[in-house]
């Protein structure tokens, strides 16, 4: 059962963990992944700031996976956000178009049919522009899905928002409220898809029970190969 969320800093980097009761760990054990992001599990009998002070405990071995991941990523090659740059959008692909306009107050972004234009007022910009686009993008996909499976197993989604986190691709809270990374539109949209179904069933299990994993399952039959995936080809949802 997932009981919270809190942060974890170490230096100068802050970190999202989750809390997960279970009743079968016999100790308390950190789990990190790219996919997964940082969990704390708490035995059922173990106090909750008892398995904190070992989290603490352990911010040497969580700030060297972090740094693993940061070094895949940076191993992956940047797009140059430039005219012509073509840009995966789930299923789709828009070539980027970029217009600097030195006198422009405001900046923009807008599709039109396979291009996304861009107005700047210096060439700089564009990358921000260009993450905004995204984040607005992946709020809509994501509200709409959600919705959708929600609906399927007869539980409410309250909220959506969407954040810029590489450590955890989606969190869904006790008040069914759901995070999404943006990155996620940079990946196929069956995988987006997976993670949507991921956290919606924690609406129904809060664990990651068997019978939340045969949630899941039942939900999405790409699951596995959704999530090997993700463990492949994380690092690689960059701009």
Not at 180 to 189: G, K, N
């Amino acid at each position: 059962m997932i009981i919270g969320q809190r942060t974890l800093t170490i230096g100068q980097e802050r970190y999202v963990y989750s809390i997960r009761r279970s009743r079968k760990a016999k100790h308390i054990n950190v789990h990190v992944s790219v996919a997964d992001g940082i969990e704390l599990v708490v035995p059922w009998r173990v106090a909750v700031r008892q398995a904190e002070s070992f989290l603490h405990e352990k911010q040497a071995w969580i700030a060297e996976r972090m740094r693993l991941s940061r070094q895949l990523r940076s191993d992956v090659p940047r797009r140059q956000l430039v005219s012509g740059t073509v840009l995966p959008v789930l299923d789709q692909k828009l070539v980027l178009e970029v217009i600097v306009e030195p006198l422009r107050k405001r900046t923009t972004a807008v599709l039109r049919h396979n291009r996304l234009v861009i107005h700047v007022a210096r060439a700089p910009q564009t990358k921000a522009v260009v993450t905004r686009w995204y984040r607005q993008q992946a709020d809509i996909y994501f509200t709409d899905v959600t919705a959708q499976i929600a609906l399927d197993i007869e539980r409410q989604v309250t909220r959506i928002s969407i954040g810029h986190a590489r450590s955890q691709w989606g969190s869904c809270s006790a008040a069914g409220r759901l995070s999404f990374t943006w990155r996620l539109l940079l990946a196929p949209e069956w995988v987006a898809r997976y993670v949507a179904v991921h956290e919606v069933a924690h609406l129904a299990h809060s664990n990651r029970s068997p019978a939340y994993w045969q949630l899941v399952h039942q939900l999405y039959d790409r699951t596995q190969k959704a999530r090997a995936w993700l463990r492949r080809h994380g690092h690689e949802l960059e701009l």
